[in-house]
């Protein structure tokens, strides 16, 4: 089971960061990642972790130009995203995920978390 958390409403600009939470798994077995989606568009990946905590992948080409940085400590079984410099657009559901594979590709998850809100104002 996968708890996210962290999400809120943030003025442009502003930073947020979301959290992970696992249980009922090995966490330090499986890739994490982050996915977004907004009403009537699919699931966009955001990033993803790997087992090694300094092995990480973002979209390519990275559209989010370094503001957001993925982490994780297995010690406590959460992954973390950090937000920085929001924008409005960045207005949507964040989505946690895991997987045996380390993959940008959401169909390669299997276990999902519930979702947070974020919501950038202008």
């Known amino acids: 089971q996968l708890q996210a958390s962290g999400g809120g409403l943030v003025q442009a600009g502003g930073s947020l960061r979301l959290s992970c939470t696992a249980s009922?798994?090995?966490?330090?077995?499986?890739?994490m990642a982050w996915f977004r989606q907004t009403p009537g568009k699919e699931r966009d990946f955001v990033a993803a972790?790997?087992?090694?905590?300094?092995?990480?992948?973002?979209p390519y080409p990275n559209s989010d130009e370094g503001r957001f940085t993925i982490s994780r400590d297995n010690a406590k079984s959460t992954a973390y995203l950090q937000m920085n410099s929001l924008k409005p657009e960045d207005t949507a559901v964040y989505y946690c995920a895991s997987s045996l594979y380390y993959s940008n590709y959401a169909t390669n998850y299997d276990y999902w978390g519930q979702g947070t809100q974020v919501t950038v104002s202008s």
């Open positions: 972790i790997a087992w090694d905590p300094g092995m990480t992948k973002y």
């Open positions: 009922g798994l090995t966490f330090s077995n499986y890739v």
